[in-house]
């Protein structure tokens, strides 16, 4: 994916988990059975000059829809 892609440029560790689909990144970490510290949701915006990846810590991310 772009954002694997992305990762492994910039050389950075990472490790990819499988889950149910989920909508935010505390969803993410409950699905995982992670601490919500331990989780970030990716996401992937469309701008102008190509593509821009923005990182939402769980322990952090907005309650709103």
């Known amino acids: 994916t772009i954002v694997t892609e992305h990762l492994e440029h910039a050389g950075l560790r990472f490790e990819f988990l499988p889950h149910r689909r989920t909508q935010t990144a ?10 919500a510290d331990e989780v970030v949701k990716v996401v992937v915006l469309m701008i102008d000059t190509g593509h821009a990846l923005a990182v939402v810590p769980a322990d952090r991310g907005s309650t709103s829809s």
């Open 26 to 35: 505390l969803d993410e970490a409950d699905a995982l059975e992670l601490h």
